[in-house]
């Protein structure tokens, strides 16, 4: 499976190879300033997984488009955390499996009932599945 993404300005493209490796959803106040929304949802690919053309810059580990300043991805550790958002098509099939900062979520916003939930960042020790 291949998908394809990129900024709101078309200067950074990109493209996924295969299934994400997990798939969350953030409530944390980075991602809700970095995106301007009450969440994230984001999927974790293999660093290998991603290709892109066009330059980014990066703020705060978070990779973006700077001329138009759409937030991307986020690289550590061999991954690459794409943030759904910035995919050309709906992620049909990336369905989250756990929810991060959950103590910020919106109160009027339910947990997802099948998503594992964690009050701050997901453990180290927690399975990757």
Known sequence: MRRSGG????AVRYTLTGQ???AG???CLDCRKASGSHFTPFGVWPASAFECSGAMKVFAERS????CGARI???RDN???IMLGSLDGAPTG???EYELWTGRREEWMLPLPWTEQFDHDRPESAPAE
């Not at 900024?7 to 078309?10: A, D």
């Open 7 to 10: 900024c709101l300005c078309g």
């Open 94 to 96: 990336i369905v989250p």
């Open 20 to 22: 994400p490796l997990r």
């Open 64 to 67: 973006f488009c700077p001329l």
């Open 73 to 75: 991805a986020w690289f």
């Open 25 to 27: 959803i953030c409530h």
């Open 79 to 81: 991954e690459a955390e």
